[in-house]
């Protein structure tokens, strides 16, 4: 089976960067998820890791390291519309391919 | 315009009175699934199905049923509805096997008394 774990919530400033961390046991890799989540909204797809490293696009990068099970989300110039959820999911290897979600960050932006 | 429609948003009911939320793709997904969201609990899959007439069981699918007759078409049914199954509940198709993106439906916000 798969176990995540991410913080329940998170606070940051309108304009600065923040880091929303998640790490996983897993039997088998095969892609790391992270979505977004307005409250009261469906999830929607934020950005898919598979090999180590950084991926970027736009004010959002996700980074992954599969040896230490460890990825995380990086928001910058943090605006009021970015607080949310943000839910990390883990694809397993073998078997049906299926994502499992981890409980989510919320985060919450103030001026 | 590529969408997930579910039916209905909000539903109040009763203990025992069988319901049934439907759920439309219109993006020729093979892959479609149910999950239900509990607060603390995050996002927990129900059933999915990889294909027409392939469903499978997700982690919690005590008291659900699902049926995949058609491609688009993947409905939820709860033959005796009780209290522990008032929840939010999110449908999603995707392709899994590739960049494993799911595209959520708005939710269907279930109440059982």
């Known amino acids: 089976g798969q176990n995540i774990d991410q913080p329940t919530e998170m606070t940051a400033t309108e304009g600065a960067i923040v880091q929303i961390n998640c790490t996983y046991q897993?039997?088998?890799?095969?892609?790391l998820f992270w979505y977004q989540q307005h409250a009261g909204e469906a999830p929607t797809f934020l950005s898919y890791?598979?090999?180590?490293g950084l991926e970027e696009k736009g004010r959002f990068s996700s980074f992954l390291s599969r040896s230490k099970g460890y990825s995380y989300l990086l928001l910058k110039e943090l605006q009021m519309k970015d607080s949310a959820s943000y839910l990390c999911a883990v694809r397993g290897a073998g078997g049906s391919y299926i994502p499992t979600f981890g409980r989510g960050t919320s985060l919450i932006v103030h001026p | 315009e590529a969408q997930v429609t579910q039916n209905p948003r909000y539903l109040i009911t009763v203990t025992g009175k069988k319901l049934t939320v439907t759920c439309s793709q219109n993006m020729n997904h093979e892959y479609m699934s149910w999950y239900r969201q509990d607060p603390g609990l995050g996002l927990r899959q129900i059933y999915y199905s990889m294909n027409v007439e392939v469903t499978d069981k997700g982690d919690v699918p005590e008291g659900y049923k699902v049926s995949r007759k058609e491609k688009r078409n993947f409905p939820l049914i709860l033959e005796s509805p009780s209290p522990n199954q008032t929840s939010l509940y999110f449908c999603a198709s995707g392709y899994p096997l590739d960049t494993g993106e799911l595209f959520f439906g708005e939710g269907s916000r279930l109440t059982v008394l």
């Open positions: 890791n598979v090999l180590d």
């Open positions: 897993t039997s088998g890799f095969n892609g």
